[in-house]
T-cell receptor
Framework: DQQVKQNSPSLSVQEGRISILNCDYT??????FLWYKKYPAEGPTFLIS?????DKNEDGRFTVFLNKSAKHLSLHIVPSQPGDSAVYFC??????????FGTGTRLQVFP | DTGVSQDPRHKITKRGQNVTFRCDPI?????LYWYRQTLGQGPEFLTY????????KSRLLSDRFSAERPKGSFSTLEIQRTEQGDSAMYLC????????????FGPGTRLTVL
């Protein structure tokens, strides 16, 4: 039972444009959501998070939006840079301390 | 750099052998988590510690797996009688209690079982 879903396995975006990565969840007990970025052969790197009491959180080029009624969150990266090319994981927690991860979206930013 | 280190970074072993991995979080991380990641999947929770107490274990953690955090600092994950299905990236993450569930990951240990 996949409680956190990232339905797009890959995304290709031109440098300078906006990248939008999507994530859906099924468990209404989730109250904290995170995005991680992962390069090959490295551990996930924390990017940005959002609590369920908010609907938006911004940090530099990264903005996360949360739509609780739709059980959907998205990560916006603008402007996209070639160094952003990586796999992005959405994760959620709530009620317990462990994180539940999606399967990831591979972002490629081309010149 | 999250300050979380893992050793070794890579381990190749033959089926049936025992392996042990080590994770060193930073001193502020009173919680320590172990995850496993296989190709095409996100990390999956294995177990976690609050200081030296092991508070939760996933059903993924068969009786061949054991984890310890004896002094509430570093942690070890041992796999006995390895199987080819154990081949994966093993990730350790630290978290400062009260920091709203933000976990900081180490670089991982890539295990290959031949």
């Amino acid at each position: 039972d996949q409680q956190v879903k990232q339905n797009s396995p890959s995304l290709s975006v031109q440098e300078g444009r906006i990248s939008i990565l999507n994530c859906d969840y099924t468990n209404s007990m989730f109250d904290y959501f995170l995005w991680y970025k992962k390069y090959p052969a490295e551990g996930p790197t924390f990017l940005i998070s959002i609590s369920s009491i908010k609907d938006k959180n911004e940090d530099g080029r990264f903005t996360v939006f949360l739509n609780k009624s739709a059980k959907h969150l998205s990560l916006h990266i603008v402007p996209s840079q070639p160094g952003d090319s990586a796999v992005y994981f959405c994760a959620a927690s709530g009620g317990t301390d462990k994180l539940i991860f999606g399967t990831g979206t591979r972002l490629q930013v081309f010149p | 750099d999250t300050g979380v280190s893992q050793d070794p970074r890579h381990k190749i072993t033959k089926r049936g052998q025992n392996v042990t991995f080590r994770c060193d979080p930073i001193s502020e991380h009173n919680r320590l988590y172990w995850y496993r990641q296989t190709l095409g999947q996100g990390p999956e929770f294995l177990t976690y510690f609050q200081n030296e107490a092991q508070l939760e274990k996933s059903r993924l953690l068969s009786d061949r797996f054991s984890a310890e955090r004896p002094k509430g600092s570093f942690s070890t994950l041992e796999i006995q009688r390895t199987e080819q299905g154990d081949s994966a990236m093993y990730l350790c993450a630290g978290e400062k209690s009260g920091n709203t569930d933000t976990q900081y990951f180490g670089p991982g240990t890539r295990l290959t079982v031949l």
